[in-house]
């Protein structure tokens, strides 16, 4: 068997193609168009890299972008006058900062000033509260992205067994949630299960957000199952930098029914499902 291959950027594409024609009806009837902030705060490159894709994404899907930069020293009251600003501009519906932040600030204390009907990321306490408990609420865009793409070949998890490697607040536990929101049944590990072998050869379904190149191996995957890769691993191969995922490829494509390849998996699809959780943001504000 040769997995089928998940075309994260063909998903990607028509997502963003069906935000870009909502955002321009909505332009039409109301003359008002969607606005993203994105705060970046001091020079990591991988996050400049992100930011500047956020931002020119969401002009490509016909909405405002404001970009925030500031420096790595900037203090945390700075930052947090910035958010009240932004969560009282009606010209802002979305607005995000860019993790990681600089060790001297608090990034919860950062997140929870955003207001929560504006935070796109979906990780202020109470959107994250809301998801947990099944209601309606902003979900964050990776676990959001992978679900979409696993609801092309899931249309009912009842029954399923997924298991999630990773327990971000980021990734793993909303994707988690999620799940277990449609009535899968989920086991999450982690850097301290000693059992995840296991724990992946139940699994019908399978997405890894771990940081540890090559991690998910062929041996552990139920034939057929569905693998779906969030890592984003920078590393040398052959002498030459090359961007890999958190599963060995080459091989578990060899096991699985269906795999997100890394680049061009679920990559795409985390900022395609900001443009959507903006232009949600949007419509609720001016339900
Ligand atoms: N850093 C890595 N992923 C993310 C994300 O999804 N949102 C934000 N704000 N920062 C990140």
Redesign the pocket.
């Known amino acids: 068997m040769t997995a089928e291959l998940i075309d994260g950027k063909a998903y990607a594409e028509t997502v963003r193609a069906r935000v870009r024609d909502r955002v321009a009806a909505l332009h039409a009837d109301t003359g008002l168009t969607p606005g993203l902030a994105v705060v970046l705060v001091g020079q990591d490159p991988a ?1 400049e890299v ?1 930011v500047r894709s956020k931002g020119r994404q969401a002009v490509d899907a016909g909405m405002k972008s404001f970009e925030h930069r500031l420096p790595a020293d900037t203090a945390e009251a700075e930052l947090l006058d910035l958010i009240a600003r932004l969560n009282d501009d009606p010209h802002v519906h979305g607005i ?5 932040l600089p060790p001297h600030l608090d990034a919860r204390a950062v997140i929870n000033a955003i207001s929560p009907t504006k935070d796109v ?1 979906g ?1 202020h306490i109470s959107n994250v509260g809301m998801v947990g408990t099944g209601q309606d609420a902003i979900v ?3 676990p959001l992205g992978c679900m979409i793409m696993l609801r092309q070949y899931h249309d009912d998890f009842r029954g399923k067994t997924a298991l999630v490697i990773g327990h971000s607040n ?1 990734v793993g536990k909303p994707m988690a949630r999620l799940l277990l929101n449609a009535d899968c049944t989920v086991m999450i590990a982690h850097k301290s299960s000693t059992n995840i072998p296991e724990l992946a050869r139940l699994a019908d379904i399978i997405v890894v957000a771990a940081g540890v190149p090559g991690l998910v191996r062929a041996e552990w995957i139920k034939p057929g199952a569905t693998v779906i890769d969030v890592g984003i691993n920078r590393i040398q191969r052959a002498g030459k930098p090359a961007l890999v995922g958190d599963v060995d490829f080459d091989n578990v494509r060899k096991v699985a029914g269906a795999i997100t390849p890394v680049p061009g998996g679920v990559g795409p699809m ?1 900022i395609a499902c900001l443009l959507v959780n903006t232009l949600s943001a949007f419509c609720h504000q001016h339900d």
Do not use: A, M, R
């Not at 995000?96 to 990681?100: A, G, K, N, S, T």
């Open positions: 996050s992100y995000l900062v860019q993790l990681p990321d990780f964050p865009c990776t980021i985390t």
